[in-house]
């Protein structure tokens, strides 16, 4: 006996995943239309991720190419890694005040300072140069949470508090230094030859870029096995694998291209290594939830039981420590500390790198990778303009445009947020 037509028994129901309920998370189809689908009204929603600064690197990669080919020679990569790598890192504390919607304008001042005091401990006391680091970076814990008591108990607004920072410490600076004014670091140190000398160049560099892939796709299906269990969505197997093998490609081809050249740069693994691991905290910790409940909402966060002076705190302490840090490896990197150390454009470059790299003025939305975009325009527009032989007026400029630029788009991906009402 055959079936009628409309009386076959319908199957047991397919739950649908509990973050698919929220009628704006759920795409109108399936396949390559389906993701298409989705993508534009995430880009109509304002949800346009680091996309803006993907492309502006491709542009700037694109044009200056077209005018000097060397741009893009291997030496050249390098010399861009390594440069980017120490103001990244103070470009890295920025990140996370701006996620709070508050403002460091003291990083420079306070990485020259803390680059003072490792320098004078090592070279005029002799002490050993790990005793320096440590009162370099206890510098750092200091001004941090002096800054959270000014902000917390007296509620001096973070721009002032970090402004007279800028002004005061490089009086501090010029103190500490003395009538000296230089104080070369010896080639011999370990800290200069690591900002300098020290690459990961052969079969090393192979197997490193393959245990991080590695890493990546363990990770994945990790956090698809927890998100299946939590009766979450999950994002297709098959296009992890697709991308991972992508990226694998593309790492191990740069990877061959730097080699040619001198390899992967010890400096620039430690601010890729610091750049995955504050991205895991902010995304992955109760605390880094934390901070952007502080910053999307500080009255509802504070409401909700979060402590919100903790927060704070924490990320005030973050700041100047990643920025005593720069300050050292930059001292490292150009083996000298003198009374410009600081005082020059590395404070707007490591705000401007922060939020051209993506992170909202307003707070609340932003990754640690904008610190490492952001740096890497910079880095590469200083670079172009070197190759071709523009001075610094015409990068002061092109840099005053491309902050510009990135402002805008935050400002009118916020507002396409708020008509979808997607934050």
Known sequence: MTDLPGTEEAGPAVPIPTDLTDERLVGSGTGLSGWLSTLKSRLRGGDIGNLPVILGLVVIALVFYSQEPSFLSSRQLVSITQFAAPVGIISLGIVLVLL???IDLSVGSMS??????MTVQVVNHGHGLVFGMLAGILAGVVVGAFYAVLYLKIGVPSFVISLAG???FQGVLLQVLGKQGTINLPDTFWLVEFARTKFVTGVASYLLVVGIIAIYVLANLYGMQRRRKAGLSTPSLVGLLVRSALALAGLLWLTYYLNIDRGWGYLWLLFVVLVVAMDLALRKTTWGRHVFAVGGNEEAARRSGIKVGRIYLSVFV????LASLGGMLIA???TSVSQAS???DTNLTAIAAAVIGGTSLFGGRGSAYAAMLGILVLQSIQSGLNVLGLGSPVRFMITGGVLLLAVSIDS???RARSSSGRG
Do not use: D, F, H
């Open 318 to 321: 973050l700041c100047s420590t």
């Open 332 to 334: 490292a990197q150009l």
């Open 112 to 117: 020259g300072l803390a680059a003072a005091i």
């Open 100 to 102: 709070l919607g508050e």
């Open 412 to 414: 009118v991906a916020r």
């Open 342 to 344: 600081g005082t020059t």
């Open 166 to 168: 800028l002004l005061g």
